[in-house]
């Protein structure tokens, strides 16, 4: 009795699972009714005949990402290199992506591999390296024509890696390092011219602003003389106009005459002192002529008598 009721769940239970069908989200499922395509199968739960309808394909609908395996290229300039990716793809259509290839997935990354040797062949090493977003642009717009009819759309491609071989990357660490001494070499030369700039300028600057100090303190001093000599000039002036209103005082002459002959008398008494000559008045001089001339007189008499 227990084997019998085992065997009638087990038979209900496979009925079940050949007519029930929940579809998830995320996928798209391809109804086949009797071998030949029938209908998709959206999310939801849908009822299949038995033995007649059967679920043949089923397709994530959500983008996918597949790894480009490394690859051997040459460069325009012969070099070889690996060049690794990534491509990103989703489903668009279930029907051709069921029945217009076999393995979409598999193409789309032989393609991407056939893709990225072409363009690679089109291009310098160094111009491999600095025009990655232009070679994901060329795979994806070829993967793109080619994967219309398999129902799928090309999203983006991305370059992971583009490895040159052992030796040329010793080579160009070499010429890498060359580059940096020369860049070295380079700011070292611009440093010292900049720094002898600097210096003669700051000397040229020094000798302007000393020479400008220079004329600065001439003008000062020749400022200051003029100054002092108007200010001579302005009191003299002031001097000899209050002696000319001294003079006209009642008394003021005979007061400069008492002066002059003053000042005279003590001028007169510093030239005697300092002069080894004998130095006298007109008068004076005259009167020693008169008694020297009158003792020659006395003496000629004499002699004769």
């Avoid at 983006?156 to 860049?183: C, F, G, W």
């Avoid at 005979?254 to 003590?266: C, F, P, T």
Wanted: glycine share 6%; aromatic share 6%; hydrophobic share 45%.
């Amino acid at each position: 009795m227990f084997f019998t009721l085992v065997i009638i769940i087990g038979v209900i239970w496979f009925f079940l699972s050949k007519t029930a069908v929940i579809v998830p989200t995320r996928l798209a499922c391809v109804k086949e009714r009797l071998g030949k395509f029938n209908a998709v199968l959206e999310p939801g739960f849908h009822v299949l005949i038995p033995f007649v309808d059967r679920i043949h394909y089923r397709h994530e609908m959500r983008e996918q990402v597949f790894d480009v395996p490394p690859q051997s290229c040459i460069t325009r300039d012969n070099i070889q290199v690996k060049v690794d990716g990534l491509v990103y793809i989703k489903v668009m259509d279930p029907v051709k992506a069921s029945y217009g290839i076999e393995n979409y997935a598999l193409a789309a990354i032989n393609l991407a591999q056939t893709t990225m040797r072409s363009e690679i062949g089109k291009l310098t090493l160094d111009n491999s390296f600095h025009q990655r977003e232009a070679l994901n642009q060329s795979v994806v717009a070829e993967i793109d024509k080619a994967a219309d009819p398999w129902g799928i759309k090309v999203l983006r491609y991305e370059i992971m890696n583009i490895t040159p071989s052992d030796h040329v990357i010793h080579t160009l660490e070499k010429q890498m390092e060359a580059e940096r001494e020369r860049r070295a070499d380079v700011t070292i030369a611009t440093a010292q011219k900049e720094a002898v700039s600097t210096i003669s300028e700051g000397e040229r600057l020094e000798m302007i602003n000393v020479s400008q100090g220079e004329r600065q303190r001439r003008i000062n001093e020749a400022e200051g003389k003029a100054m002092a000599i108007t200010i001579v000039a302005e009191a003299t002036a002031e001097g000899v106009a209050r002696v000319g209103q001294a003079i006209q005082q009642p008394g003021g002459a005979e007061a400069v005459k008492m002066r002059i002959v003053d000042q005279y008398l003590q001028e007169m008494g510093r030239v005697i002192q300092s002069a080894n000559v004998d130095v006298v008045p007109v008068e004076l001089a005259n009167i020693k002529g008169f008694f020297e001339g009158v003792g020659r007189v006395s003496t000629n008499i004499a002699g004769q008598g």
